[in-house]
């Protein structure tokens, strides 16, 4: 692609591409102010709908999310940033607008200066912000922080945001991977202290038989303690073995998982245990004469290895989140944590004779579809409700071809903003759901199942549904309601941190 470029130009390229990808920016989120502004319902017409649960915002942060396929929360960010430009910073959105400044640096300006609450003070921040921020060149976060804090406090000390404390930016985070999970966090000196003892503690309640590792017994303590358990189960797999049962009451937290059958019975759950040959190949190379070596024997074909036994054959899913390695999975069998239930197919079963879904049925519409089924919802489906696609009032069958899950959200949505300007949504047999949006645009999701587990996602049956015609009068009384609005709630937090600056100060 470059190769006629000069170093120089391929410098010049990146610049020009960084540009780019702001005035993009910038333009998307004027955009999504835009909307914003059009889907605002006039006072006398509102219904009551500002106090609704799921408010305008949220009618629109839906949109936003399904045409950019992210989550609701990611999207309710960008309309977040979208309307504090368009409404308290107009002269940063245009100097954002030109590309000279990216999207972290209006992230950082929208949040120091939202205490500001005077109209006639925060125009004049936005001004200097605007004159000044083009200037600033390259800076780390901290810098950044003190620079717009500067210029607020010029204007209203009371205004500044209190950057928070090591103790206070304490957190937990998971971030998951194929096959495990990582575990990062900031704790309280104590706190970390007794879980660390805790870890230890449990780890060597086991026999001396368990075939793992004194870390791995540690890793598996924190998931006994997260289910409730006081004791480690041992893994030595023997009958006779006292410390075989964890001791403790069933768990009070229970994590669903999907795998195919012939997955499961093909698993090794010892694999997962111990350490193995292959798991120690990293050699630390001091010396030349070795480095040499090393490369002569990489050049060298070699015999192939055999096989690892027991290599693992597939994954199960969690309902919502990752993968999970087999052979965990016949290991957590095998020592009675996980319960294995068949997952029936309804295939061309007759609709049930009721509103609500058996526990069958709806644990098959959970395990074909693992998340919320709203464009770019990812809220695990056991958190989920589950949608009759046509209201079972209106003649919508309880069946697994007109039933998927929906966060309560997004089935609040659903159900309160629908009619002519509001959402819609269809069923196929297969469990695909089209939905069209306000503005007409259709989004197609697939099953969660889709892509990992088939078999789940054959067809159920093809149903012919005569809609009724619906009666939306009063149904808005139904919708849970807030106590304030949501910029009510904003402006009390606001002058809840202003009175405490102002004692500060």
């Not at 939202?114 to 004049?124: F, G």
């Not at 006994?224 to 009451?249: D, E, F, I, K, R």
């Not at 003649?395 to 966060?407: D, E, R, V």
Request: glycine letters at 6%.
């Amino acid at each position: 692609m470059f190769e006629e470029f000069s170093d120089s130009a391929v410098v010049d390229v990146i610049g020009d591409a960084a540009c780019a990808e702001n005035v993009a920016c910038a333009r998307r989120l004027a955009a999504i102010a835009e909307l914003y502004e059009r889907r605002q319902i006039p006072v006398e017409d509102g219904q009551g709908r500002q106090l609704w649960r799921i408010d305008p915002w949220e009618a629109v942060a839906a949109e936003v999310a399904a045409v950019q396929t992210i989550t609701a929360a990611a999207a309710g960010g960008l309309l977040h940033y979208a309307v504090c430009l368009r409404e308290r910073l107009p002269r940063v959105a245009a100097v954002f607008a030109t590309g000279v400044i990216d999207f972290r640096c209006v992230r950082m300006i929208v949040a120091r200066t939202l205490l500001a609450i005077d109209a006639d003070v925060m125009a004049a921040i936005d001004a200097e912000l605007a004159e000044t921020v083009p200037t600033w060149g390259p800076l780390s976060v901290h810098k950044m922080q003190q620079s717009v804090d500067r210029i607020v406090v010029r204007h209203d000390p009371d205004a500044r945001r209190r950057t928070e404390s090591r103790a206070r930016g304490r957190y937990v985070e998971f971030v998951h991977d194929r096959a495990t999970s990582y575990l990062s966090g900031q704790l309280h000196q104590t706190d970390a202290t007794l879980l660390d003892r805790r870890l230890s503690a449990l780890a060597h309640t086991v026999c001396d038989d368990d075939p793992r590792t004194v870390e791995q017994r540690r890793a598996d303590a924190l998931g006994a303690l997260a289910a409730g358990h006081t004791l480690l189960a041992c893994a030595c797999g023997s009958s006779a073995c006292a410390a075989a049962c964890n001791g403790s009451p069933p768990p009070a937290v229970v994590v669903h998982v999907v795998a195919e059958a012939a997955v499961l019975e093909s698993a090794d759950g010892s694999d997962v245990h111990g350490e193995r040959d292959e798991d120690n190949t990293f050699e630390m190379i001091t010396t030349r004469e070795r480095l040499v070596e090393v490369v002569r024997e990489s050049r060298c074909p070699k015999a192939p290895r055999p096989a690892v036994p027991s290599a693992t054959p597939g994954f199960g899913f969690v309902v919502g989140g990752t993968a999970v390695s087999a052979n965990v999975l016949a290991d957590l069998a095998a020592r009675g944590i996980a319960e294995l239930r068949p997952v029936v197919h309804h295939g061309d079963s007759p609709p049930e004779p009721r509103y609500r879904p058996s526990a069958v049925l709806a644990n098959f519409v959970r395990c074909r579809d693992l998340t919320c089924r709203f464009p770019g919802c990812d809220c695990p489906a056991d958190f989920c409700d589950i949608d009759h696609t046509v209201p079972y009032d209106l003649g919508g069958p309880t069946h697994a071809s007109n039933l998927k899950t929906l966060c309560r959200k997004h089935h609040l949505l659903k159900t309160f903003w629908c009619g002519p300007d509001g959402w819609h949504d269809e069923q196929l047999s297969d469990g695909t759901v089209i939905w069209t949006a306000p503005t007409g645009h259709t989004y197609r999701t697939q099953p969660g199942s889709k892509l990992l587990i088939p078999t789940l996602c054959k067809p159920t049956g093809t149903l012919n549904i005569v809609r009724r015609k619906s009666d939306s009068t009063g149904r808005g009384a139904m919708m849970p309601r807030r106590q304030r609005t949501r910029s009510g709630d904003r402006g009390h937090r606001i002058l809840t941190e202003r009175r405490r600056n102002a004692l500060r100060n």
